[in-house]
RNA sequence: GGUCCCAUAGCUCAGCUGGAUAGAGCAACUGAUUUCUAAUCAGUAGGUCUCAGGUUCGAAUCCUGAUGGGAUCACCA
């Protein structure tokens, strides 16, 4: 549509004398009721045609036709110029553009970004606000690429620490040499389960010291649960063997665990960061802050940062002690990072619970004069909230990925065999299906809102598949396969073979062209939603078209045969534009 | 208490850097299948865009304040 831009810009030049920008041509989609696909406001220009708004447009619309011979017709609404492009424009657009391979992907743009994403703790199994992590970071990296980026999908393992060490103690005091093969339990849930006890026996040691007349906080810190948890993580940072071998032992069964979850999710990683291997990292940039006087140091040797004049706080970057704090390993981790690729810009999916925290460490990397900090940006997404408050991992009110997925899966079985829509699939097929459609309306569900917002899931309130869901769009797809498949459809069958338009097909091929468009917004505004919105309203424009036109039963073979050109076309966009949500989309359902 | 985020139909959400009479889905009601998949389509009903000011040709959108909800303010991560 850069063309009309271009030809605003002129007509208001050659009509009033005056320079525009591109920016200032408001073009959007004419609304529904009116005649048109392209839509100019036209206020903005009555300041320098000194005209009313009706005028100003009829002369701006005027010169456009006159101008360019892709428009047909147009009329004005008092500050609104509709402008009726030609059906051989839309038709030019779907025979070479949206039919062509290299529809919708983008260039190279020589930019590298890294999203990184997941990052679990390997203390316990993934829940559903990891899912919602894991599809958003999986998802925009795929948009990402899909616009052109050079993509890193990295993850960063938060493998140590006392809440380690918490499922470490719990399984030698209570495991009786418990492993994933010995009870058939998941590696992530047996970790899991340790952790919890450990919380439980716990609290029951803090309560048996409180009646033993002990203030709280002293008996929080003297449970010897706790100073055991507390010694292992010393024994841990002195690679004492014994607690090293258990470590990996148990992590080891926990990454077994992640490994089904991520693949029954879908979801992959370029680069696999672990936290053992960067916790000590970024005393170097403390040093280096010091030295810089960014930093400064207190008298018992523990170093600061003053943030006071960007209104935050003074913040801690280096223990007494010498010893990292959480902050000081993310810079540390952000420097390694950047210097592992070079990227241009540096994307942290996490939820927004830590905006301060990234806040603070984006600024402190910016006062450090790193050239790179300012690609840095944090995806803040909001946290998944269940009917009761908020979900909390040690008071079981958790909803479990594994558990989760599987009662999808369970949800799409029941459904497809009641609608009978199965016969002729073998046991292989119907497995594969129920589960594109089971992580399809659970995946969409969760994206199509924007990631900022918070999201309230209701565990009792199966997530539907009908409406404004994922099983909606991937049956509209199964829909089209079955037409072309009937009509044995080969791209190489199509050439144009007709001339004009109805008002559906128009509709429908104006709403194609804009999928590129569409990725470009949701990279910019890192949001999947962006996708998952625009892909439900391409999927119900075919069903009205579907409905409305016959297809096999065309009046003529030549309008068969676009017809089944637009539904090829349409099924492309719908099943490219699902899988940049990570979500497939089945030929038959 | 300081800082940050959020508030649109009974419910769940769209609404791009300000533009036409604020849109979908679910739930409710009505209709469509001798014809390409009815997980679909067409229609009815449902709104003080939390409230009060301000900016201007024009505000759900931008600014200020209030109210309600959430997060955060650890030598935890």
Same mark, same amino acid.
């Given at each position: 549509m850069d063309f009309i831009v271009e030809a605003v810009i002129k007509a208001v030049k050659d009509l009033y004398q005056t320079d525009i920008a591109a920016k200032d041509v408001n073009l959007q989609e004419t609304r529904? @009721?009116? @005649?048109?696909?392209v839509t100019i406001v036209t206020f903005p220009y009555t300041k320098v045609s000194r005209k009313g708004p009706e005028q100003t447009g009829a002369e701006i619309g005027e010169h456009l036709k006159n101008y360019l011979p892709q428009i047909a017709a147009f009329n004005v609404v008092k500050g609104f110029l509709n402008l009726s492009v030609t059906d051989a424009y839309w038709l030019n657009e779907l025979h070479t553009n949206i039919l062509t391979d290299d529809f919708a992907i983008a260039k190279a743009n020589g930019h590298r970004v890294m999203v990184e994403y997941s990052s679990p703790n390997t203390n316990k199994p993934l829940h559903l606000g990891h899912i919602r992590n894991n599809l958003l970071g999986f998802s925009l990296a795929e948009i990402l690429a899909a616009a052109g980026y050079d993509v890193i999908k990295a993850n960063l393992v938060n493998d140590r620490g006392i809440h380690i060490c918490k499922s470490m103690v719990a399984w030698r005091e209570f495991g009786q040499g418990e492993t994933p093969q010995s009870s058939g339990l998941k590696g992530d849930h047996l970790a899991g389960k340790y952790y919890v006890w450990f919380d439980k026996a716990y609290k029951q040691q803090i309560q048996e010291l409180i009646e033993q007349g002990q203030a709280e906080d002293e008996a929080k810190k003297n449970a010897p649960l706790m100073k055991e948890a507390q010694q292992m993580l010393v024994q841990w940072e002195n690679n004492d063997p014994e607690v090293i071998d258990l470590w990996k032992t148990m992590n080891g069964w926990v990454y077994e665990g992640f490994d089904v979850t991520y693949k029954t999710l879908g979801v992959s990683f370029d680069k696999y960061y672990y936290e053992s291997n960067t916790y000590l990292l970024g005393k170097d940039i403390v040093e280096e802050g010091l030295v810089k006087g960014v930093f400064f140091k207190k008298e018992d040797g523990s170093v600061w940062i003053d943030l006071t004049e960007d209104g935050l706080d003074q913040k801690l970057v280096l223990r007494a002690d010498g010893t990292s704090v959480y902050i000081t390993q993310d810079l540390g981790t952000a420097q390694l990072k950047y210097d592992d690729y070079q990227m241009d810009e540096s994307i942290y999916v996490v939820g927004n619970e830590q905006d301060y925290h990234f806040k603070v460490l984006f600024l402190i990397l910016q006062k450090l004069g790193k050239s790179w900090a300012q690609g840095l940006y944090h995806l803040s997404y909001g946290m998944v909230d269940l009917p009761s408050g908020k979900m909390k991992s040690r008071e079981g009110t958790v909803v479990d990925a594994d558990d989760l997925m599987a009662d999808m899966f369970d949800t799409a079985k029941k459904q497809t065999e009641e609608m009978g829509k199965v016969d002729g699939f073998s046991e292989e097929d119907k497995t594969k299906l129920y589960h594109t459609i089971g992580m399809g309306a659970l995946k969409y569900f969760l994206l199509k809102v924007d990631p900022k917002k918070r999201l309230l899931f209701d565990p009792n309130e199966s997530v539907d598949f009908q409406g404004h869901t994922g099983p909606f769009i991937q049956y509209t797809h199964a829909r089209i396969k079955s037409v072309l498949s009937r009509a044995a459809y080969t791209p190489e069958s199509s050439t144009n073979n007709v001339a004009e338009l109805d008002g559906i097909e128009r509709d429908l091929i104006v709403g194609l062209t804009k999928f590129p468009v569409i990725i470009a917004e949701a990279a910019t505004n890192h949001s999947p939603a962006v996708i998952a919105n625009y892909v439900y309203e391409l999927a119900k424009t075919y069903n009205k078209f579907y409905h409305e036109k016959s297809i096999l039963q065309a009046e003529e073979e030549r309008l068969k045969q676009f017809r089944l050109q637009l539904s090829a076309a349409s099924a492309k966009v719908i099943s490219r534009g699902m899988a940049l949500l990570g979500i497939a989309v089945p030929e038959r359902m």
């Open positions: 529904k @009721e009116f @005649e048109g696909q």
